[in-house]
């Protein structure tokens, strides 16, 4: 049973390529995009190059592989309107209509957003709220799953929409806002800056693991009855609860017996998004997932791995 792994280089996709090695997968394949250097060669997993916008070169890529399954997590939080909806939609329709000509059960995981939601009050979000985004990306998301869900209606393709909410966890970039935080709370430690430099600390978001993430995709992908119970569906993956940036300040000063003193941008934008909340009731009952890693776990960790990556000591 072939996996073929869209977006292997970045962060979600490091996470679960380690995660499925653990599982036993053999057969993985990881696509990255051309501008990156070559992965480290490994037993298990198989790296190609492509670029998604390129639909002759990732029709060779699919007839190649020929994969059973497909998690695409490639595409762009950042950018023009333009880009995103380039990048996002063409890019996903390009995958799609490469995979259903080559296998026609191919079971797909689609990774969207949770930006999707944009603001829809201070409950738990079940996947039937209508999608309102309130950001480019999330219109490119949007578009992205109605491109998906159009695409299993038509060609009756095996496609499952998973919504991850905000993610967090050991090796994350600074454009997360949990990443930004952590590689400031190690540049203050290695006395490089004083302040961390913030553009809001009121929102409230609902944190999740990379690592629980990573597991509710290889629930979902694997599921012994994925055509009736996972195919054409949707899925929340979030941790259920929220926090808000001044509260997971105050977790990480807990960690380090340290306070931080926070300097906020002028003329920050308005909140679009106050707060935004799981509901992950779908995933529980269809596939038992359910997360596990707290968020003071997880800001251990990063800052663990951060201050690991440049070497400057453990924790204090």
Same mark, same amino acid.
């Given at each position: 049973?072939?996996?073929?792994?869209?977006?292997?280089?970045?962060?979600?996709?490091?996470?679960?390529?380690?995660?499925?090695?653990?599982?036993?997968?053999?057969?993985?394949?990881?696509?990255?995009?051309?501008?990156?250097?070559?992965?480290?060669?490994?037993?298990?997993?198989?790296?190609?190059?492509?670029?998604?916008?390129?639909?002759?070169?990732?029709?060779?890529?699919?007839?190649?592989? %020929?994969?059973?399954? *497909?998690?695409?997590?490639?595409? @762009? #939080?950042? =950018?023009?309107?333009?880009? !995103?909806?380039?990048?996002? /939609?063409?890019?996903?329709?390009?995958?799609?209509?490469?995979?259903?000509?080559?296998?026609?059960?191919?079971?797909?995981?689609?990774?969207?957003?949770?930006?999707?939601?944009?603001?829809?009050?201070?409950?738990?979000?079940?996947?039937?709220?209508?999608?309102?985004?309130?950001?480019?990306?999330?219109?490119?998301?949007?578009?992205?799953?109605?491109?998906?869900?159009?695409?299993?209606?038509?060609?009756?393709?095996?496609?499952?929409?998973?919504?991850?909410?905000?993610?967090?966890?050991?090796?994350?970039?600074?454009?997360?806002? %949990?990443?930004?935080? *952590?590689?400031?709370?190690?540049? @203050? #430690?290695? =006395?490089?800056?004083?302040? !961390?430099?913030?553009?809001? /600390?009121?929102?409230?978001?609902?944190?999740?693991?990379?690592?629980?993430?990573?597991?509710?995709?290889?629930?979902?992908?694997?599921?012994?009855?994925?055509?009736?119970?996972?195919?054409?569906?949707?899925?929340?993956?979030?941790?259920?609860?929220?926090?808000?940036?001044?509260?997971?300040?105050?977790?990480?000063?807990?960690?380090?017996?340290?306070?931080?003193?926070?300097?906020?941008?002028?003329?920050?934008?308005?909140?679009?998004?106050?707060?935004?909340?799981?509901?992950?009731?779908?995933?529980?009952?269809?596939?038992?997932?359910?997360?596990?890693?707290?968020?003071?776990?997880?800001? @251990?960790?990063?800052?663990?791995?951060?201050?690991?990556?440049?070497?400057?000591?453990?924790?204090?």
């Amino acid at each position: 049973m072939t996996l073929l792994i869209t977006g292997a280089a970045g962060f979600t996709g490091r996470t679960l390529i380690q995660y499925l090695v653990s599982k036993g997968e053999q057969d993985i394949w990881g696509l990255v995009h051309s501008r990156y250097t070559d992965p480290e060669p490994d037993n298990v997993v198989t790296y190609v190059k492509g670029d998604l916008l390129d639909k002759r070169q990732i029709q060779k890529i699919i007839d190649d592989i %020929c994969p059973d399954r *497909i998690i695409h997590l490639a595409g @762009i #939080q950042k =950018g023009s309107l333009q880009d !995103l909806l380039t990048t996002n /939609i063409v890019g996903t329709q390009n995958l799609l209509d490469a995979a259903h000509s080559v296998k026609a059960l191919c079971r797909i995981i689609i990774v969207s957003s949770s930006a999707v939601y944009g603001y829809a009050g201070t409950a738990p979000i079940p996947e039937t709220m209508p999608a309102a985004p309130r950001s480019i990306y999330g219109i490119s998301k949007t578009a992205q799953e109605m491109v998906a869900m159009l695409d299993h209606v038509t060609h009756g393709s095996r496609i499952t929409i998973v919504r991850p909410f905000n993610l967090i966890g050991p090796g994350q970039p600074a454009t997360f806002v %949990c990443g930004r935080i *952590i590689s400031q709370i190690v540049q @203050i #430690q290695s =006395g490089l800056q004083t302040k !961390l430099n913030l553009f809001e /600390i009121e929102s409230r978001r609902d944190f999740i693991d990379v690592r629980d993430v990573v597991r509710a995709y290889e629930a979902l992908v694997n599921h012994p009855d994925f055509e009736s119970h996972c195919s054409g569906q949707i899925f929340n993956v979030g941790s259920e609860k929220t926090y808000n940036i001044s509260e997971v300040i105050s977790i990480i000063e807990k960690i380090t017996g340290t306070s931080y003193s926070i300097n906020l941008s002028e003329g920050s934008q308005k909140i679009l998004i106050p707060t935004q909340q799981s509901d992950n009731t779908r995933i529980e009952k269809i596939t038992a997932w359910h997360p596990e890693i707290p968020l003071e776990k997880s800001l @251990i960790d990063m800052l663990a791995e951060k201050q690991k990556s440049l070497d400057i000591g453990t924790i204090s």
